[in-house]
């Protein structure tokens, strides 16, 4: 049976971005209000560029269901661009004064050529578009066993939220985060953020931030110590940092973890017996420093992911670069872009973790169908909680 995965194609301004997922059970509906709206949501957030007005993205799927739902064989979703010119060389003209910070420069020396447009076309962040595809259908998939994720935007320059996301309260900051116009649970924190996006527009710069998800109601058990390789705060890491312009991936309490003692960073554990049927088992914590994984395995708390991103590196005004070509110093060239881009950031962030918790999940429980997944969730949380058996030192051969 194939893993769980998935391949993008597409440039920025290509025909159509292309995704294809393999791995998916049979049996699962995709949901295309839920595609559509994360698609939506991706192409939203206070300081986008003009791009965002061209297009409407939605998907198209090309193979693998019948009747909205998948037949466990590959799955084929296209998102058509509007902006589709990429033959056109009037309309996408070679690129020879690099961006500092855009693959650029880099691209260009790797694939020799002094014309940056080879490169730019698909590094651009229009891909995830695609990306945010598949963690859709990841998330169509998540829902059908209890798993939901909760992204938004934590910081832009310097303002911050200090909102506590919890497992109380994450529907309702929900609500306040799709009033933001920064996706930013917070309205006071959302002006100032939208005041520093109207500053850097006026500066002709752009800004940055820090995103977050949460992901709720993991089964205790996915990913694995066993091979660094199937951690899941490794994968997520690793997700994360793939995607257009992260600087740094954190889990849980991340960084701040170094300047506190142990005693201050461990989750301590407890026992309610009034949560042992429900996906904890009954292992509460007060804290989620760890942010839900602990040895790389989920441990029934969230898990909770932070990304922060770099400024977008096309500012208006240009940044000090230099002619591939002449060799000559000359302000890097401008190409249509985004003030700030953290918003769709966010939900970015939110799809590829998602998606991970979902590859992790079928690699638990490996499965033809949704059926024995949901089963195979089931039963194996049963067992978990007959354990110990008794007499307590019984195991089974
Ligand atoms: C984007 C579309 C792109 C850029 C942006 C993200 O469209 P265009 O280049 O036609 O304006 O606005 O890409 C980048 C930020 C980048 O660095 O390349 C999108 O749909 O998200």
């Known amino acids: 049976m194939p893993i769980l995965d998935y391949q993008t194609a597409g440039e920025s301004h290509g025909a159509a971005?292309?995704?294809?997922?393999?791995?998916?059970?049979?049996?699962?509906?995709?949901d295309l209000d839920l595609i559509n709206g994360e698609l939506l949501r991706r192409q939203g957030g206070y300081g986008r560029g003009g791009r965002q007005r061209i297009e409407r993205d939605v998907v198209e799927f090309l193979a693998g269901t019948r009747q909205g739902k998948t037949i466990a064989s590959p799955?084929?979703?296209?998102?058509?661009?509007?902006?589709?010119?990429?033959?056109?060389?009037?309309?996408?003209?070679?690129?020879?004064?690099?961006?500092?910070?855009h693959a650029?420069?880099?691209?260009?020396?790797?694939?020799?050529?002094?014309?940056?447009?080879?490169?730019?076309?698909?590094?651009?962040?229009?891909?995830?578009?695609?990306?945010?595809?598949?963690?859709?259908?990841?998330k169509c998939l998540l829902r059908e066993v209890g798993i939901e994720v909760f992204g938004f935007v934590r910081?832009?320059?310097?303002?911050?939220?200090?909102?506590?996301?919890?497992?109380?309260?994450?529907?309702?900051?929900?609500?306040?985060?799709?009033?933001?116009?920064?996706?930013?649970?917070?309205?006071?924190?959302?002006?100032?953020?939208?005041?520093?996006?109207r500053?850097?527009?006026?500066?002709?710069?752009?800004?940055?931030g820090i995103v977050e998800a949460h992901i709720f109601g993991c089964p205790p058990g996915l990913g694995?110590?066993?091979?660094?390789?199937?951690?899941?705060?490794?994968?997520?890491?690793?997700?994360v940092m793939g995607v257009q312009a992260m600087k740094a991936v954190e889990i849980g309490?991340?960084?701040?973890?170094?300047?506190?003692?142990?005693?201050?960073v461990h989750d301590p554990i407890r026992f309610d017996p009034a949560r042992r049927g429900d996906h904890t088992l009954g292992f509460t914590r007060d804290t989620n420093n760890a942010g839900g994984t602990e040895g790389g395995i989920t441990n029934g708390q969230p898990v909770v992911v932070k990304a922060t991103m770099k400024p977008i590196s096309t500012l208006l005004r240009g940044l000090p670069s230099v002619d591939l070509n002449t060799k000559q110093p000359e302000m890097s060239?401008?190409?249509?872009?985004?003030?700030?881009?953290?918003?769709?950031?966010?939900?970015?962030?939110?799809?590829?973790?998602?998606?991970?918790?979902?590859?992790a999940l079928t690699e638990k429980f490996p499965s033809d169908s949704m059926i024995e997944l949901k089963r195979g969730i089931e039963s194996y949380l049963e067992y978990a909680r007959s354990l110990p058996l008794d007499p307590p030192t019984m195991t089974i051969a």
């Open 17 to 30: 971005l292309i995704t294809i997922l393999t791995g998916l059970p049979r049996g699962l509906t995709l």
């Open 75 to 101: 799955l084929c979703m296209r998102v058509v661009n509007k902006d589709s010119r990429m033959d056109d060389g009037a309309r996408t003209p070679p690129v020879y004064r690099p961006r500092p910070g």
């Open 104 to 138: 650029d420069l880099a691209g260009s020396i790797k694939w020799l050529t002094t014309d940056c447009r080879e490169t730019l076309e698909r590094a651009s962040a229009r891909e995830t578009a695609a990306r945010v595809a598949a963690g859709a259908v990841a």
């Open 155 to 197: 910081q832009i320059l310097d303002a911050g939220t200090e909102v506590e996301v919890t497992e109380e309260n994450w529907r309702s900051l929900r609500e306040r985060r799709d009033a933001s116009e920064t996706y930013c649970p917070d309205e006071r924190v959302t002006e100032r953020q939208c005041a520093i996006i």
């Open 199 to 208: 500053q850097a527009k006026i500066d002709k710069d752009t800004i940055g």
């Open 224 to 239: 694995s110590c066993m091979d660094w390789r199937t951690r899941l705060d490794a994968r997520l890491a690793y997700a």
């Open 253 to 264: 309490l991340g960084r701040a973890c170094a300047s506190r003692p142990g005693s201050a």
């Open 333 to 359: 060239q401008y190409e249509r872009s985004d003030i700030c881009a953290v918003s769709a950031a966010s939900v970015v962030v939110e799809c590829v973790a998602a998606f991970e918790v979902a590859r």
